[in-house]
Nanobody
Framework: QVQLIESGGGSVQPGDSLRLSCSAS????????MGWFRQAPGKDREFVAL????????VYPNSILDRFSISKDSSKYRLYLQMNNLQPEDTAVYYC??????????????????WGQGTQVTVSS
């Protein structure tokens, strides 16, 4: 099993930045990739970003453009999601996820077996 814990959410104003973190523990050697997803009220959970340990590469959807970026620290299984120029439409619960089956990671939430509890991000003026 893999446990994921997110932190760093909060309430900010449009144009502000936030950095979310996700720490994985347990059988981390099984992880091929870790991703970030978000779910706004009344909407489906959507892909935000992923890091592939196999490719040592990041992937983002076109909708995110250059505002969000993933990084990791020396512990390898602690990821950060840097979010800049936040807008009200970024308001959502942000989830960290890990996959042990999708070799290169995936933008599909169905590819992830492990999920964190989520952290709320609210952007309003």
């Amino acid at each position: 099993q893999v446990q994921l814990i997110e932190s760093g959410g909060g309430s900010v104003q449009p144009g502000d930045s936030l950095r979310l973190s996700c720490s994985a523990s347990g059988r981390t050697s099984e992880i091929f990739g870790m991703g970030w997803f978000r779910q706004a009220p009344g909407k489906d959970r959507e892909f935000v970003a992923l890091f592939s340990y196999v490719r040592n590469a990041t992937v983002y959807p076109n909708s995110i453009l250059d505002r969000f970026s993933i990084s990791k620290d020396s512990s390898k299984y602690r990821l950060y999601l840097q979010m800049n120029n936040l807008q009200p439409e970024d308001t959502a619960v942000y989830y960290c996820a890990a996959t042990r089956t999708a070799l290169y990671g995936s933008s599909s939430l169905n590819a992830y077996e492990y999920w964190g509890q989520g952290t709320q991000v609210t952007v309003s003026s």
